[in-house]
């Protein structure tokens, strides 16, 4: 009934957080009230987790359509109302919460796919049902990427890539359609980077241009630009480069054992950014103060939490829970590995938060919402 | 349906995902493996490296002591008053929100733009930025302002104006803001207890102290200590790199300069921690700087007051340019060196304004800054009659017992040189008592021009000595060499007259002060002549093994040997002392005291543009201990101005020796009774 495992894993990693948080947030102001709200968030998540489990997964799937239709109206209406920060509108002010609409759309998009997947079983070969699924997939990701937002809209094509082979869509078509998204990535990357502004085709935002060419360690500026544009670009170059900069100090000064809770001296000084050390650098944290042992243990952590959906997936009857599953898994399986990658600097920077640890409310919510639904999928997996 | 439902519970999908999940955290772990454990110490080392600022502290300079251990330069404590800029931090930011406020209302209502200025009351004499500046110009500014704002409070209360120069400050804050800002350098007594006695304190404002050099006796052997500058900023030997420098001095003149590397001992290093934004957080010493080392001189304070003073009394507007050297001739140690004018070394510590510099220093035709006792040159006049009284008597050219008949004066070609001597007929020690022109052209046209240059020359004529100061010269002596270089090429002549002018002691020739000593000394020791001795030891300033005490130590060293026989010595001696002793011959009778035998020469050489007096002598005259040479630019006669100040050195000096054999006695007497 209860997956013991699953939730012992992600109570663990509340804990965690909130520690963790209180620990980014020493010497504010706000400290004790930043770590309490974001308890907050995860008992409301954990409440929204027990909802979803009242009510089979395959009864819930039904409404998918509309959960799906809400996400997408929302989406626009974040690119209309939504809130401006740092240049990218993705928040809907509520008031009393900063509401991040595509973090319950990921949700939502899993539910929507894994229903079309499942209810296509028989024209699962049919190239009309790739192309629907691609519908599905393209609305989203147009919408995020216009807010503009890169990291949250490329989660989603791993995701449903998982789902369309978990779901049997042939894989001559996975090939082809992957083959072709790593092309056209590689092509809009390529000619971004290094094609002159004047041929280029798809334009990158100037500051995602940045931040790739600060990951790729590519001078900004050209080769004929004049010595005082050059010296300009460094110094953009190396402010762009300081948050992930200050995290690897972060991560790398822990070394073996770390420097013990709310010792993190990058936060001490300010060194990692007060803007971001409690949610999008929250792990560079953990790792300076518990070391390589708390990181590991971290990474433990998610591991369990992602094995035991796996075996969710196994135990479920019947297509549906499986493709729910196995989302919801690379989901997070994505947006770790990007998050804990772009603190070590294995991966460019991304504002794509770490599930359960980052700090934020949507994020949060949502995270314990997936939970919420494998637990579903475990509870009814027998019924049919 | 049904039948889909029926799927093998293994589904190999699942595994292929569950394997994928497994590499890509195996990925993350060997990362974090690699930053977090194999390269730990490099990220350690960048962490250090942005936290930690070096600053150099300067070490406490070694003292300078006289012979006594009286001091001659020491350090005082100065007290700045220092902001230190992070904490005011909020005031930036209040500051910064008013003047944004200004800058968003002369954007929307312009009109309104001077009330809103008047709300916001800058300092005066402050120009705003125009609105259209950079945040950064604006942040910078606002900066300014909040600091303004209280170094003019702070200045109202302690009633002196704190001047801030906007670049300046701005600059500090660029470059060094972890390191306190200085508003108010060496304020004084009065001042730092106003500043401690208010009931509160502007924040950030502290008082603190570091050590100024200080030369207590002021102008007194100022030429000999030299004076200090702000130190350059390079690095010295063995230095390591800082990112910043404390103010620091060096020598650079005198012994200040001279001995540089031991008074100046091993500057320190601080480590300032810094956050994000540059300001300090705590700071610690990393190395403590070690103390120069102490000089202890050969100087006597008392001799170098008093001859100073009698210097000075020697002309009535006491704008006297002169100098007076006392030494023993039994070991070299110069006991005074006088140059007037002086300066008062401490007019450059902590810094000279330019104004000052400019009037009390450039501006001046009297050279203040140059010793007259080792690099100005005088013409020795009647003074060289010693050497030509040695140099003649050596070469046997004449019988000092032998009468010459002189004439008030002597004539060659068309020139005539004077002779103040009355005329009559007069042996050596006599006419040298009289100075005797007449005798002395006579006696030194007599031997060779290059015997007379030799002569003179091993005397120190001509050579630089090895002071350890920066300020000498050699002068000039007409030996072959500079004959050489001397006239037109092929007409190399030294004519007569030139001999004339040399055996007065006038024309080819010139010396410093220092160098006549050094000949009196030659005459003292009967031709031993000891190195200038002026520093005795450099000690540790640290108490440590009394055998590790002493750094270096200088002994007492002979220069050179002169091989001229006693007997020549005997009548140049009987010569000098028949000059002070004989109150109806001799020009220097001013200089005696009663029942202590000087010997001494007097010398008046004119030229164009200077009239130059000397007194040269030695005491007493059975085993002379002492030599006291004195020169006074425009005297009158080197008898009647000179003679006088070696005299009243010579009290002070026989006083002194009474006080100390006195109080040895008494000492005596004790242990014996005890």
Redesign the interface.
């Known amino acids: 009934m209860f997956a013991w495992t699953l939730w012992t894993a992600v109570l663990c990693m509340l804990v965690i957080s909130v520690l963790a948080i209180y620990s980014a947030k020493n010497y504010q102001s706000d400290q004790a009230r930043t770590a309490i709200q974001h308890g907050v968030y995860a008992m409301i998540g954990l409440g929204a987790a027990g909802i979803i489990c009242l009510l089979d997964y395959k009864i819930i799937a039904r409404w998918s359509g509309l959960a799906y239709g809400v996400a997408i109206i929302l989406l626009g209406l974040v690119l209309v109302l939504g809130v401006e920060r740092f240049g990218a509108k993705r928040w809907l002010n509520l008031g009393f919460f900063q509401f991040q609409p595509s973090e319950p759309t990921k949700l939502a998009f899993i539910l929507f796919l894994a229903r079309f997947l499942s209810v296509s079983q028989d024209r699962i070969q049919h190239i009309r049902t790739l192309l629907i699924a691609l519908i599905i997939l393209a609305v989203p990701v147009l919408l995020i990427l216009a807010e503009p937002d890169l990291g949250s809209s490329l989660v989603f094509f791993p995701v449903s890539l998982v789902m369309m082979f978990m779901g049997g869509i042939p894989k001559k078509f996975l090939i082809w359609i992957s083959g072709m998204g790593v092309g056209l990535i590689a092509v809009v990357l390529a000619q971004a980077l290094y094609v002159a502004p004047e041929w280029q085709v798809f334009q990158l935002e100037e500051y995602q241009k940045q931040r790739l060419l600060t990951f790729f360690n590519i001078d900004f500026a050209s080769m004929e630009e004049t010595e005082e544009a050059k010296r300009q670009a460094r110094e953009l170059q190396l402010d762009l480069n300081y948050n992930v900069r200050q995290a690897l100090i972060s991560v790398g000064s822990g070394g073996m054992h770390g420097k013990g809770w709310l010792n993190s001296e990058q936060v001490a000084l300010d060194y990692l950014p007060r803007s971001v050390a409690h949610n999008d650098f929250i792990f560079s944290v953990i790792a300076e103060e518990k070391g390589f042992v708390g990181s590991v243990l971290v990474i433990a952590l998610y591991s369990t939490i992602m094995l035991s959906g796996l075996y969710i997936a196994s135990q479920s009857k019947d297509l549906l829970g499986k493709l729910l599953a196995s989302g919801i898994i690379t989901l997070w399986l994505t947006q770790i590995f990007i998050n804990i990658g772009m603190n070590i600097g294995l991966m460019p920077v991304t504002g794509l938060p770490l599930p359960l640890l980052s700090y934020g409310g949507t994020a949060t919510i949502s995270a314990l919402a997936s939970i919420g639904i494998l637990q579903n999928v475990y509870i009814y997996r027998k019924h049919i | 349906m049904e039948s889909?439902?029926q799927?093998p519970?293994?589904?190999p999908?699942?595994f292929i995902?569950?394997g994928?999940?497994?590499l890509?955290?195996s990925?993350?772990?060997s990362?974090?493996?690699?930053?977090?454990?194999k390269?730990?110490t490099?990220?350690?080392e960048?962490?250090r490296r942005?936290?930690y600022r070096t600053v150099r502290i300067p070490a406490s300079r070694g003292l300078i002591f006289d012979r006594w251990g009286q001091p001659l330069a020491e350090n005082r404590p100065s007290y700045n008053i220092n902001i230190y800029l992070e904490r005011l931090s909020h005031l930036y930011q209040d500051e910064y929100a008013k003047w944004r406020g200004y800058k968003k209302k002369s954007e929307s209502a312009p009109e309104d733009i001077r009330e809103a200025l008047e709300e916001i009351q800058p300092p005066a004499d402050v120009p705003v930025p125009p609105p259209d500046e950079s945040p950064f110009q604006w942040k910078s500014f606002s900066r300014y302002v909040a600091v303004k704002r209280l170094t003019d409070k702070l200045g109202e209360r302690l009633g002196v104006p704190i001047e801030l120069d906007y670049d300046i400050f701005t600059r500090h804050w660029n470059q060094k803001r972890s390191l306190p800002f200085t508003a108010l350098t060496d304020i004084s007594q009065e001042m730092v207890a106003k500043f401690l006695s208010q009931l509160e304190r502007p924040p950030g404002f502290e008082l603190d102290v570091r050590t100024l050099r200080t030369y207590p006796h002021k102008e007194t052997a100022c030429h000999i200590l030299g004076y200090l500058r702000l130190a350059s900023n390079e690095l010295k030997e063995g230095e390591e790199k800082t990112n910043y420098r404390l103010q620091d001095f060096a020598g650079i003149r005198g012994l200040e300069m001279t001995f540089e590397d031991e008074l100046r001992g091993r500057p320190g290093r601080a480590r300032v921690?810094?956050?994000?934004?540059g300001y300090r957080?705590d700071q610690e010493i990393d190395v403590e700087p070690i103390p120069g080392n102490n000089l202890f001189l050969t100087l006597d304070l008392g001799i170098q007051h008093v001859a100073t003073q009698a210097l000075l009394e020697a002309d009535p507007d006491e704008s006297v340019r002169g100098s007076v050297i006392v030494l023993n001739p039994k070991n070299g140690d110069i006991l005074a060196m006088v140059s007037k004018p002086g300066f008062d070394p401490n007019d450059f510590v902590p810094r000279i304004s330019h104004d000052k510099y400019n009037r009390d220093y450039i501006q001046p035709e009297v050279t203040v800054l140059q010793s007259r006792a080792t690099y100005h040159l005088y013409q020795p006049g009647s003074i060289f009659k010693i050497i030509i009284g040695i140099a003649a008597l050596s070469d046997h050219a004449v019988d000092p017992y032998q009468r010459i008949q002189t004439h008030g004066g002597t004539k060659i070609g068309n020139h005539t040189w004077r002779d103040l001597a009355r005329p009559g007929s007069y042996n050596f020690t006599e006419a040298f008592a009289k100075s005797s022109n007449d005798y002395f052209i006579e006696i030194g046209s007599r031997v060779s021009r290059t015997k007379i240059a030799e002569t003179a020359k091993a005397f120190g004529f001509g050579r630089v000595n090895n002071l350890p100061i920066d300020n000498k010269k050699s002068g000039t002596v007409p030996d072959d060499a500079f004959i050489k270089s001397w006239e037109i090429p092929g007409r190399q002549v030294w004519t007569a007259g030139n001999q004339a002018n040399l055996c007065i002691g006038q024309g080819e020739l010139s010396a410093t002060p220092i160098q006549i000593a050094e000949m009196m000394c030659g005459v003292a020791n009967e031709g031993i002549i000891y190195e200038h001795r002026l520093v005795r030891r450099v000690e540790s300033s640290e108490f440590v093994d009394p055998e590790d005490q002493v750094t270096q130590d200088f002994p007492p060293k002979i220069a050179r040997a002169i091989d001229i026989p006693k007997s020549v010595y005997k009548h140049i001696k009987a010569a000098l002392l028949k000059d002070v002793a004989d109150s109806r011959f001799g020009t220097g009778s001013r200089a005696r005291i009663e029942g202590f035998n000087i010997g001494g020469k007097t010398g008046t050489a004119d030229s164009l543009a200077s009239r130059t007096t000397w007194f040269a002598s030695m005491a007493p005259m059975e085993d002379p201990q002492y030599v006291v040479v004195v020169m006074i630019e425009d005297g009158e006669y080197g008898g009647s101005t000179c003679a006088p100040v070696a005299r009243k050195v010579y009290e002070y000096i026989l006083q002194q020796n009474q006080l100390l054999e006195s109080s040895q006695l008494s000492l005596a007497d004790q242990s014996s009774t005890n």
């Open positions: 889909l439902e799927r519970k293994s589904d999908r699942l995902l569950g994928f999940t497994l890509m955290m990925v993350l772990i990362g974090l493996w690699q930053v977090q454990v390269s730990t490099r990220y350690e960048s962490m942005q936290y921690k810094v956050d994000q934004i957080v």
